[in-house]
């Protein structure tokens, strides 16, 4: 089993520039990770979308998503 992950963009504001941009994981049940980059990068909006506590603003259709039900 695993948490994917597919072409997640998440903007907060229209027309500002995205936090998440075609962002694609997948996690398997269990696995540990780190998510590393610099200030600003999007990290912490990546953990909120992976629990579900930031709705994303685009993702694949068709594919599993984690876009909050």
């Given at each position: 089993?695993?948490?994917?992950?597919?072409?997640?963009?998440?903007q907060?504001t229209?027309?500002?520039?995205?936090a998440?941009?075609?962002?694609n994981l997948?996690?398997l049940?269990?696995?540990?990770?780190?998510?590393?980059?610099p200030?600003?990068?999007?990290?912490s909006?990546t953990l909120?979308?992976?629990?579900g506590?930031?709705a994303?603003?685009?993702?694949a259709?068709?594919?599993?998503s984690?876009v909050?039900?």
């Amino acid at each position: 089993m695993s948490s994917p992950c597919h072409d997640v963009t998440k903007q907060f504001t229209s027309g500002s520039a995205p936090a998440l941009q075609a962002v694609n994981l997948d996690i398997l049940t269990g696995a540990r990770i780190a998510i590393l980059g610099p200030c600003g990068s999007g990290k912490s909006t990546t953990l909120r979308v992976i629990a579900g506590l930031e709705a994303v603003f685009s993702f694949a259709p068709g594919a599993p998503s984690v876009v909050p039900s």
